[in-house]
Every structure is written in C-alpha cells, then in structure tokens.
C-alpha cells in the first residue's frame, strides 16, 4: 500500500473487505483498526491534535505540557508499543533525553509493505535494541496477525519491559455500557495514588478478577467500564498460568463490535487495566479524555527500570523478561474486530477462533 495521511501524521494502510489498518511512521503505532461496515475504529483517538513527535519542541509545544511524556503525548494513537521502558524514566534517564514508555514509542519507523503484510522496523540506540513487527491481515479475515521481534545488539544479557499498550476510546468506549472479558486471575490495584485523589479502587489491594475492592468499602465488577463522572484507575492481572493462551475482549452496545487481543499467557504474562475519566486536567488532557487501557505485556506496573527490577516479580511471577547478548525473541499475537450482539456471543466467536 501507499503511504498515507492519518489526522496530519505519515502512516502507511493495510485492508481487505472487512478492515482498513494505519500504522504511524513516527511512533509505529497501531492507530487503526477500522471495521468498514461500521465505520467505527475501537482504538483511541486523543481529542487533541496529534504531531510528528520529532516536530515536538517543548518551547513551541506548550499544549502538550513540558515534561518526559510530553512528546510521547503529542503523537500518541491507538495501540502504542512500550519496549524496554514501561512506565516514567528515572531524573537521570529524563536527563539525558528518555522518554515515557522508551524511545520505541516516539522514534521513526522504516516502513514496507505488499500482498496483505506490513513490515515496520526500528532500531532503538539508546537501548540497543532492534524491533520489527510484522502485520498480516488476509483476504476476508477479522483477524490482524502480529508477529514481533525484538534482537538484543548488546554484549550483555538485558532484562526489558515489552508491553502492548492497547488503549480504546470512544465511540466504542462508553462510559456504563461498554462490556469486557479476560482470562485474569490473581489482580492488584496499582500501590501508589494513581490519580492524583481521583481514584475509586483501594490502593494496593490484591483481589480476584474481576471484583476489585473500592476505597470506600464493597466491590465493583471491571468488567462494565465505569459511570462515574470523574475518575481514574491502574490495576494489574496475571494471566491464567493454565491456559498458554491469554486475551481480552471488549464490546460496545451502541456499536455492536468487538474487538479482542489474544496471546502466549508466557510471553506476555501481565494485564494492566488504565482508566482515564476526565480526570486529569493538565495539558494535553483538560480533562476532556475518556479511555481504557488494556495493556498486555512482561511488567505488571508502569514503573521506573529501577523500580521494575527491585520489584522483581509479583504473585511469584516474574515482572520483566531477559533478552540474552546477541540474541532474539520473537512473539506473536492477533487483534479481531467483529460485529456481535453481546459480549457472550463476540467472546464465544473469538474463542472458537472464527
């Protein structure tokens, strides 16, 4: 396919009869995935403009606030990779030009593409890594295949955050109606204020998907995305270690579609859930952002590189992944999009693999 213009940024398309793709040149992201009988695209689209994020310049850019997620922010769409990074720099990293969830999500991607496969690669300097990943979308299928690899150029063994940072928006996200699936098991909300006084889930509270505890006493079940006027949220899911296989599944009454993600429980053992309510009120955000992110990946928190090695693991599982010296790792994973008339029958459908 040609290249193309997606909401003023270079992107390249991938489609059949059923699904258009767009995938951004700078940032790699997964901006699109569009259901041509619907018209309707489940990932999220921020309210604000969106920059190339080498164009980003903090005394030009005050829109996008000033600080490390500043030019992740200004590009930022859809389905946004997070390697190595998950999570803030440290000062000194910040220092020294890092950014929100790692260079990956706001570097240049070399692009190719023909016969039903897209192709992006990156090579990520700062943490010698090199990343390609390879989209595969069929004639007349509702599933876009997704294969990545990443290739440590280092001599040195390197322990990495590797997350799918899956964020939807609306029209598919609906606050009260929007239904969702997971195969979650053991879940704890995230252990510090994550919202600045906004949240609603009690902090650091361990519980079992998907009955999260509130600050105020009771449960609430995640799997109705929130009513509230004003709200925020972070919380993580370990994966059923039974099945080898993981996903979600979200579905829109108003819409009537679906779209889920599926995955090796081993390669991604992690679910992190992040709500944004109209909660935060700093630039870009003006409290004007509704969300949900499903974020499949190594590292249970979006936290420092410190942080995630001193935490080491949660529920006994281990909370980043090595990729050994000269060496690669390669995952694969697929996104649907369908129509359905609940959740039962889109999650039934996406089970049995139609």
């Not at 290739?151 to 063994?157: A, F, H, M, W």
């Not at 080898?244 to 992690?270: H, N, V």
């Not at 995630?308 to 050994?324: C, E, K, N, Q």
């Amino acid at each position: 396919m040609p290249e193309t213009v997606y909401r003023n940024r270079r992107a390249f398309s991938l489609e059949n009869d059923r699904l258009e793709v767009v995938v951004t040149v700078e940032g790699g992201h997964i901006a699109v995935i569009r259901d041509k009988a619907t018209g309707v695209n489940p990932l999220w689209s921020p309210p604000w403009p969106s920059i190339e994020p080498s164009t980003y310049d903090p005394g030009k850019h005050p829109e996008y606030g000033g600080n490390a997620e500043s030019r992740l922010l200004a590009g930022i769409l859809g389905h946004n990779l997070c390697l190595d990074l998950f999570g803030g720099p440290s000062e000194e990293e910040i220092a020294a030009g890092l950014t929100v969830h790692g260079e990956c999500s706001v570097g240049r991607y070399e692009i190719s593409s023909g016969g039903g496969v897209l192709v992006q690669s990156i090579t990520a300097g700062t943490c010698q890594l090199a990343f390609k990943r390879k989209l595969t979308l069929a004639p007349g299928s509702r599933r876009l295949a997704i294969e990545e690899t990443v290739e440590n150029l280092s001599v040195c063994d390197r322990p990495v955050a590797w997350t799918q940072h899956v964020t939807l928006g609306p029209p598919f996200l609906e606050k009260g109606a929007t239904r969702f699936r997971a195969s979650a098991t053991k879940s704890k909300v995230i252990e510090t204020d994550f919202t600045g006084g906004k949240g609603y889930m009690q902090i650091g509270a361990e519980f079992n998907w998907p009955d999260v505890p509130l600050a105020g006493g009771g449960h609430e079940d995640m799997q109705i995305f929130t009513a509230r006027p004003v709200s925020g949220a972070f919380s993580t899911h370990l994966m059923d270690p039974t099945n080898q296989t993981a996903f979600f599944a979200a579905w829109s009454p108003a819409c009537k579609l679906g779209i889920a993600y599926e995955w090796r429980q081993a390669d991604f053992p992690w679910l992190g859930i992040w709500e944004e309510n109209l909660s935060r009120t700093t630039p870009p955000w003006n409290g004007q952002t509704v969300t949900r992110g499903m974020e499949f990946g190594a590292s249970p928190f979006p936290e420092s590189r410190r942080a995630m090695i001193h935490r080491g693991s949660l529920f006994g599982v281990p909370a980043y992944r090595w990729i050994p010296a000269r060496r690669s790792v390669i995952v694969r994973y697929s996104a649907l999009v369908a129509p359905a008339g609940s959740i039962d029958e889109f999650t039934a459908s996406f089970e049995s693999g139609s």
